[in-house]
């Protein structure tokens, strides 16, 4: 049986508490090569006030990705130009998840007049963004809780938008 392509929609209120289970799961179970326990404990409770996480996903354009009707993983344009989160939960990786979020935010960003996008990369999801053309600029380190985690800044040129021809259809 052929696998079957996911399904994309907007974030709603109520997927708030699913897609916290998906981050923290996410961060826990696939980052483990590149950060420390403590690093990704660190990093994963920043779900864990869910009200102030669903403010989070709802002041951005957030996209969730479902297999069979279930959400397996989300995405979010902060502003025009930068995906800021993009996490798929362990159980539906190497799917295609990932890629057809970061393909969908690429084509709203572009509808939107950006000319690049940008994102501070995990170092677990470097080689994911390299693969779909992201350079990296800069390396950095960032603080969160208690705890010190490194991630590169990349960027990738968006394809310009082709007009529509003057009264075309
Ligand atoms: N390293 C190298 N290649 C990768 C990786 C990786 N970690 N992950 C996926 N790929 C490749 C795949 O092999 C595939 O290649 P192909 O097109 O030749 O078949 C391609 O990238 C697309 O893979 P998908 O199946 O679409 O990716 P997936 O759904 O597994 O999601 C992701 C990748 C998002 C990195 C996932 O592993 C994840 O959630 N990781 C943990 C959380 C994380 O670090 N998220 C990013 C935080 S930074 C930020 O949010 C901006």
Not at 32 to 42: H, I, L, P, R, T
Not at 84 to 105: F, K
Not at 146 to 151: G, R, V
Request: proline content about 6%; hydrophobic content about 40%.
């Amino acid at each position: 049986m052929s696998r079957s392509a996911p399904a994309l929609r907007p974030y709603l209120p109520e997927d708030a508490p699913l897609l916290a289970a998906i981050f923290a799961a996410s961060i826990m179970d696939l980052t483990g090569d590149d950060y420390s326990e403590a690093q990704q404990e660190a990093w994963a409770q920043a779900a864990e006030d869910e009200a102030a996480f669903g403010k989070k996903l709802a002041g951005q354009l957030t996209l969730i990705a479902t297999l069979q009707g279930s959400p397996v993983g989300f995405a979010s344009l902060k502003g025009t130009d930068q995906i800021d989160m993009l996490y798929v939960h362990p159980s539906a990786v190497g799917q295609g998840v990932g890629a057809a979020l970061c393909e969908a935010l690429e084509k709203i960003a572009g509808a939107r007049g950006a000319k690049k996008l940008k994102v501070d990369a995990s170092d677990t999801a470097l080689d994911f963004f390299r693969k779909r053309g992201y350079v990296p600029q800069q390396r950095n380190t960032v603080t969160v809780g208690d705890e010190w985690l490194a991630n590169t800044t990349m960027q990738k040129t968006l394809d310009a938008v082709a007009p529509s021809p003057p009264g075309g259809h």
